[in-house]
C-alpha cells in the first residue's frame, strides 16, 4: 500500500473510535436521569448511585451499538446487575450503622411531583418499604412497577426466569401493599399543612404541633454516628411534639423553609447559615404521620442544586 494509503488508514481509525464513543456518549447521557433513578431506588443512595452509572459507562462504551436493539432496557439491565452487586455490599455496611438508616435525601424539582408514580417511588417511605425486600425483590418490584418493564427484559437484568420473575413480582407487590404509605395528598393540601407545620416548630407552639401531628406520628433520626439523632424511632404527638418544638430555642439563628425533596414536602433547617437537617414530611388526611429528619453530614451533599429524576 502506499505511504498516502496508510496514511488515510490510520486517521480514519480513530476517526471511527471518536464517532463511535460520541454516537454512546449521546446515548448514554440521552438515559442518564432514568438509569440514576434506577441505581437510587435500588440503593436509596445517591452516591452509590453515582458509582454504578460509572461502571455502567464503563461497560456500554465498549459495546457495539448496532449490536444493540433496545438501548433503554440494554443500559437499565447493566445499571440494575451493577447496582445488586453493590447493594449486598450496603446491606453489609448498614449492620454497623449507628442508629436508624435512612435514604440519602434528593433536592427534586416541581415537575417531579406532578408525576406522582415516580414522586411516590422514590419518596423516603416508599424506599424504607422498600428495604424491607431482598435485593432480587426490590430489583423485579421497581423494574416492573415504576418503570414498567416487561418480564422478559426484568429476567435478563435479575439472571432469572420469566416465570420466576412474575412470582418475585407477585410476592414483592403483597408485601409492598402491607406496608406503603396510605394514600397521597393534592400539593395545596401539602403546602398547607407543612406551613402549618412550619410555623409551630419555629414558635415553639407545642399545643399546634399536637393538632397537625396525628397521633400514631412517627420520627425516624439519622445522624449515622457523626451527630446527635434520635437512636431510635419516636412513637406518638406527645413524644414527637416536645422535640420539635425544641427548634425554638435557636431563634434567629435557625432557619426552618420548604423544599421538595424526593419528590414530596419537606422542611431544610440551617442554623448558622448551613444546612443541618433535611426533614423529610409524610401527609396523610392533612395530618403529619411521618417525619424523616437525615442529619448525617455525609448525606447532604446534594442539598445545593435539584437531582435529575426520571422515568
Known sequence: MSESGTRTRDTAEPAVRGDRMS????????????????????????????DVLQETWLRWAGVELDEVREPRAFLVRITTRQALMR???????????????????????????EDVE????????????????GPTERAVFVLREVFELDYGEIAQAVDRTPAAVRQIAHR???????????????????????????????????????????PD???????????????????????????????????????LRPALVNGGPALILRLGGEIDTVLSVRIDDGRITGLYAVRNPEKLSRLARATAVSR
Open 23 to 50: 454516537a454512546a456518549t449521546e446515548v448514554f447521557l440521552a438515559h442518564r436521569s432514568l438509569l440514576f433513578t434506577v441505581a437510587y431506588e435500588l440503593l436509596g443512595s445517591a452516591a452509590d448511585a453515582e
Open 87 to 113: 447493594l449486598r455490599t450496603l446491606r453489609r455496611r448498614k449492620e454497623s450503622y449507628v442508629g436508624p438508616w435512612l435514604p440519602e435525601p434528593l433536592l427534586t424539582a416541581p415537575d417531579v411531583a
Open 118 to 133: 415516580l414522586a411516590d417511588s422514590i419518596s423516603m417511605a416508599m424506599l424504607l418499604v422498600l428495604e424491607t425486600l
Open 172 to 214: 414483592a407487590r403483597a408485601r409492598v401493599a402491607a406496608r406503603r404509605p396510605r394514600g397521597s395528598v393534592s400539593p395545596a393540601e401539602a403546602r398547607d399543612a407543612l406551613d402549618a407545620f412550619r410555623r409551630a416548630a419555629t414558635t415553639g407552639d407545642l399545643q399546634r404541633l399536637l393538632d397537625i401531628l396525628a
Open 217 to 255: 406520628v412517627v420520627l425516624v433520626g439519622d445522624g449515622g454516628g457523626v451527630v446527635q439523632a434520635v437512636l431510635s424511632p419516636v412513637v406518638g404527638a406527645s413524644e414527637v411534639a416536645p422535640l420539635l418544638a425544641g427548634l425554638a430555642r435557636f431563634g434567629d439563628a435557625a432557619s
